[in-house]
Nanobody, 125 residues
Framework: QLQLVESGGGLEQPGGSLRLSCAGL?????????MAWFRQAPGKEREIVAA????????MYPNSVKGRFTISRDNAKNTLYLQMNNLKPEDTGVYYC?????????????????WGKGALVTVSS
């Protein structure tokens, strides 16, 4: 059973940067699974922020974060990352790390099998 634990959230000013980490615990299959970051703002549906395949050589971003966010993974450390630059107030929300149970990149909530509890990111001056 894979457990996902996010860290690195917090309060940042517009234009600033934050780096989220997601540690995968309890399973040796972390490196086999495609993973993703989602976020959910108050009163809104959960949305995809970035996705990555099992090996880290394929990534996907929605237009809202493309060029500002970078997803990466270190399979030797069982860790997923999200580097967020040039943050905007609309990036505020709870950020969730999620994992499929296969290697092909996916951006759909319904394809995610494991979820972290979330990390709050607040962008405000």
């Amino acid at each position: 059973q894979l457990q996902l634990v996010e860290s690195g959230g917090g309060l940042e000013q517009p234009g600033g940067s934050l780096r989220l980490s997601c540690a995968g615990l309890g399973s040796s299959f972390f490196s086999s699974y495609a993973m993703a970051w989602f976020r959910q703002a108050p009163g809104k549906e959960r949305e995809i922020v970035a996705a990555i395949n099992w090996g880290g050589f394929r990534t996907m971003y929605p237009n809202s974060v493309k060029g500002r966010f970078t997803i990466s993974r270190d399979n030797a450390k069982n860790t997923l990352y999200l580097q967020m630059n040039n943050l905007k107030p609309e990036d505020t929300g709870v950020y969730y790390c999620a994992s499929t149970r296969y290697g092909i990149l996916s951006t759909r909530v319904s394809d995610m099998y494991y979820w972290g509890k979330g990390a709050l990111v607040t962008v405000s001056s």
